[in-house]
């Protein structure tokens, strides 16, 4: 399955590359529904390195539903002014580990209309067992998603994405 975006961000391409590949940014975007608190020993890091990235997943920034990755890499050989951070990271357990394949790239680039603002653009494919039956709940969540960063964009600079609180975990059930 399938689900995209293409939107005009209201903010240069350095802050929109800056927010993207920061943890603090990935929280504001799927708030208020989700949030993520980190496993690893020191916490979020500032900007996302390479590699793996394990997190609780928090249904409405409270319940534990279970473990996700950020898996990061950084593609290369793109056109000149093109930046793309790729994820094929996804739940491990709890209910949205129905999901068993997960790739998500995020690109950005000038505004080709030459507005000055970020061409953001999103894909993000997915598989598993009742991917058809998750593709418009899916598809919901990118939309929500996309409203919000219209919203955040123009808060964000290249030294520094606007950063949610720390997430404190107080589950519900186990992950």
């Known amino acids: 399955m399938i689900v995209m975006l293409k939107v005009v ?4 391409p350095d802050a929109a590359w800056h927010a993207l590949r920061s943890p603090g940014a990935l929280r504001e975007v799927v708030s208020p529904w989700l949030d993520f608190a980190s496993l690893e020993p020191t916490g979020f890091p500032a ?3 390479e590699g793996e990235h394990l ?20 593609p290369g050989g ?3 002014g093109v ?17 068993r394949s997960w790739d998500h790239r995020m ?6 209309a030459g ?27 990118w939309q ?12 964000w600079s290249d030294d520094g994405a606007a950063t949610a609180p720390p997430a404190t975990v107080r589950p519900a059930f186990g992950p």
């Open 47 to 49: 900007q996302w390195p």
């Open 83 to 99: 930046r793309m951070l790729r994820d094929t990271g996804g739940m491990r357990t709890g209910p949205g580990a129905i999901i």
């Open 115 to 141: 507005s000055g603002g970020t061409l953001y653009r999103d894909r993000l494919r997915f598989g598993g067992p009742l991917a058809a039956a998750s593709w418009y709940p899916v598809w919901l969540f």
């Open 144 to 155: 929500w998603r996309a409203a919000r960063l219209r919203q955040l964009a123009p808060t």
């Open 9 to 12: 961000l209201d903010c240069d």
């Open 78 to 80: 793109l056109p000149d």
């Open 107 to 112: 690109a950005v680039s000038p505004d080709p």
């Open 55 to 74: 997190m609780t997943t928090l249904a409405l920034r409270t319940i534990a539903v279970g473990t996700s990755a950020v898996d990061v890499s950084y």
